[in-house]
């Protein structure tokens, strides 16, 4: 007997429930620590990739479990013991197999997410990490670092080399580049200009940056002149005391400074080119998460929801992840909202949003477009 789920359905349960593995090694290596997605690893269902908590404390209890791949490298999903679907992985990009003339590996440098995007964090360390009094206590970025599974800061000429080498080796198609918080007013926008320009004069490869908020509104300006396509400015959570509570430092920079810079850059990179990522689960409700999405859509910001997922390590590792519910509640209404108000995940340029892999959200989205498309 074959149990009947959509494939957003099931893939939102993937990432809430997580899964185990009959094979660990199946596909190429699964990340552990970092600055996230963390914990994951990649596979492909129904023609999307997916990044599912694979190493996770909920996962090890998940009612999915897949199976080690048959002959042709496809496995299936079981829940309960009754198959559901069936998954691949995606291949080890061949860039993994380079390293720098100075004998870095170029896995150390930029790593592939989902299956065509390369990831970055340019500066593996954050003034907010240094204290647990003002760390956000989901983040893992020193972890990868002290298990020497990167460095601590890839230069221009570093990023240009393996976002050249990706995308002619492994047709890479879009960037993502984020950082830890840097001292200084600008927050990681300098590191993101200086960056994107490198890899820009090397490759045609849109690129989306990642930082807070810097104070000056002009940065927004400089960063895409010097090749960066989309920017995501991440609240994470939203109510000022999840945010206290959860991500102490960064809470010191209010909601209210978070949409000025919000309403500052979309006439800079355009409607939907500016994202958010609100990480559900840690306290905000179903309410207050749609109710700023509702406030970010009507700005021309792309509210990137995810399930938060626990890392292993962390003061959160063991809060639970939302329910399968509680995302599909969430899910399935911003997914009208944003085929209504025109903000398409595919019509992003770079970034999260358009990778769509860590959240069901552009899977729904789509569903929401092919119900129009029928009615």
Not at 104 to 124: E, M
Not at 339 to 349: A, D, F, I, N, P
Request: aromatic letters at 6%; hydrophobic letters at 40%; one cysteine or more.
């Amino acid at each position: 007997m074959t149990q009947s789920l959509s494939t957003e359905q099931l893939i939102n349960e993937l990432q809430t429930f997580g899964a185990r593995l009959d094979d660990p090694r199946a596909g190429h290596a699964s990340r552990r620590g970092g600055a996230g997605p963390s914990d994951h690893k990649a596979i492909t269902i129904a023609g999307v990739t997916v990044m599912v908590p694979v190493h996770t404390a909920p996962a090890f209890e998940s009612p999915y479990f897949i199976e080690r791949p048959d002959v042709s490298g496809r496995s299936r999903v079981l829940r309960d013991f009754l198959p559901v679907g069936e998954i691949d992985y995606p291949a080890k990009p061949r860039f993994y197999d380079l390293t720098t003339a100075d004998g870095t590996p170029y896995s150390k440098i930029a790593v592939l997410h989902g299956r065509d995007v390369l990831a970055t964090t340019i500066l593996q360390t954050c003034i907010r990490y240094q204290s647990r009094t003002k760390t956000c206590q989901f983040c893992a970025i020193g972890q990868s670092l002290a298990a020497g599974r990167t460095i601590e800061r890839k230069t221009p000429d570093q990023l240009a080399e393996v976002a050249a080498a990706a995308v002619a080796l492994d047709g890479v198609k879009h960037m993502v580049m984020t950082t830890g918080t840097p001292p200084g007013t600008d927050r990681g926008a300098a590191i993101m200009t200086e960056s994107a320009a490198a890899v820009k004069a090397r490759v045609a490869l849109p690129i989306q940056a990642q930082c807070e908020p810097p104070d000056d509104d002009r940065w927004y300006l400089r960063m895409h002149e010097a090749g960066v396509d989309a920017l995501g400015l991440h609240l994470e959570a939203i109510g000022e005391d999840v945010r206290n509570r959860i991500m102490p430092g960064k809470a010191q920079i209010s909601v209210a400074r978070y949409f000025d810079a919000f309403r500052a850059a979309v006439p800079v990179f355009g409607r939907g080119q500016v994202s958010t990522y609100i990480l559900a689960g840690l306290g905000d409700d179903v309410e207050t998460i749609l109710s700023t999405c509702e406030r970010l859509v009507d700005i021309g910001v792309y509210p990137f929801v995810v399930p938060f997922v626990p890392i292993s390590g962390t003061p959160l590792e063991s809060h639970p992840t939302p329910s399968a519910a509680f995302m599909q509640a969430v899910l399935r209404p911003l997914a009208t909202m944003l085929v209504r108000s025109g903000l398409r995940s595919e019509e992003v340029k770079a970034g999260c949003a358009k990778c769509g892999a860590c959240s069901a959200l552009s899977v729904y989205e789509r569903a929401q477009t092919s119900c129009g498309a029928r009615a």
